[in-house]
């Protein structure tokens, strides 16, 4: 169990990293901190689960997304 | 991508690489056992001398109060950092990426006007197809840079519902800190959600007094006075700095913990709560 949660963090990981759209790249972000409050879960440490799941999926990507909504869907960089 | 900014990225790799192996690889090669005194000793004696089941909130509250007083500080400093950048920013950070957005592919385009003025003399035949191509690149970029609807009906409605919902949990996380795993910054953070929850569902007719930033500010200050009010508290009844001043209670034996941890929370979710309508800006107040 704990080798599927890190190994689907890392792919989601990695995808975020690559992703041009940048909305993509940050629900791939808060999947990753729904997965590590899980493995948090599963490693005995409830404490720390909620506040990962609480910052990571919560109050983070609601800042992402409203960074987003006023500048730039898109990764110009190429 | 030039060929030297590859392989310098790459070796930016390599080297964050090598240092991340050489400060973990001690930690998983090393054979000597973990130091136990410490929690054999909070096994033994931290319900009893705290009153709190939830043995972390013994520890970060009961034995180790002083460093929560220094991260309550931290998280007061990084708040009234972010609000001075935001203010210094003019009203909203994001009018000025605007705004000089703008003022950038206008001055693109008048740069790419004169500059294609002197490279038209000698031939005059190339010069409106290739600046009609130009004109139309600038407008294309305007076009790119129009804000974008992202609020919709769904996530206004599915953030009101759900907010009443999540304050409540936070408050449940934040009171009960003592008896099941949670606490002060935890529940703290919750109901920092349900405060920007609140705000993101909010429609026009309907708006409550909590999402405003004046008053999260105002209630974040105060918790923190109450906060410093608390620990002094105990010297006064001749302790020492963060003594519990309630004494012994038979009822409640962890009713210091229980005010620290509500004073915290509520200090912790105005305080992050605040930072992200900030963030968010004004449309959303």
Redesign the interface.
């Known amino acids: 169990m704990t080798i599927i949660l890190l190994s689907l963090i890392l792919g989601l990981g990695v995808y975020t990293l690559v992703s041009r759209d940048l909305l993509h790249g940050i629900i791939a972000l808060s999947a990753i901190s729904l997965l590590s409050a899980l493995l948090f879960y599963l490693l005995h440490a409830?404490?720390v689960?909620?506040?990962e799941a609480?910052?990571g999926a919560?109050?983070s990507t609601?800042?992402f997304?409203?960074?987003?909504?006023?500048?730039?869907?898109?990764d110009d960089d190429s | 991508m030039s060929k030297g900014r590859k392989k310098g990225s790459q070796l930016q790799t390599l080297l964050s690489l090598a240092a991340v192996s050489a400060v973990l690889l001690p930690v998983f090669l090393l054979s000597s056992p973990w130091p136990a005194a410490a929690r054999d000793y909070l096994e033994l004696h931290g319900v009893q001398e705290t009153g709190a089941i939830n043995l972390v909130s013994a520890i970060y509250l009961g034995y180790r109060a002083f460093d929560t007083l220094g991260e309550t500080i931290v998280l007061l400093t990084a708040v009234s950092g972010t609000i001075g950048i935001l203010s210094r920013a003019g009203a909203s950070l994001a009018e000025g990426y605007r705004s000089s957005e703008e003022t950038l592919s206008i001055a693109e385009a008048s740069e790419s006007e004169s500059a294609s003025v002197p490279a038209a003399e000698p031939d005059l035949g190339s010069d409106p197809g290739e600046k009609a191509l130009r004109t139309e690149e600038t407008h294309t970029k305007h076009r790119k840079h129009k804000p974008r609807r992202l609020r919709t009906h769904l996530l206004e409605v599915v953030t009101g519902t759900l907010s009443p919902v999540v304050l409540m949990f936070g408050f449940y996380v934040m009171l009960y800190g003592h008896l099941s795993p949670g606490g002060g910054f935890q529940g703290g953070v919750v109901i920092a959600s349900g405060i920007v929850f609140l705000a993101l569902g909010n429609r026009k007719e309907s708006s409550t007094k909590i999402t405003q930033a004046s008053v999260l500010g105002r209630i974040e200050a105060a918790a923190f006075l109450m906060l410093i009010l608390i620990s002094v508290s105990g010297i006064i009844q001749g302790g020492g700095f963060l003594d519990n001043p309630l004494g012994e209670s038979v009822i409640l034996p962890a009713g210091f913990i229980i005010l620290l941890n509500a004073v915290i929370g509520l200090k912790v979710g105005a305080g992050i709560g605040f930072m992200c309508i900030a963030l968010l800006g004004k449309e959303n107040s």
């Open positions: 409830p404490d689960a909620i506040t609480a910052v919560g109050v609601v800042i997304v409203g960074v987003i909504r006023h500048t730039d869907r898109k």
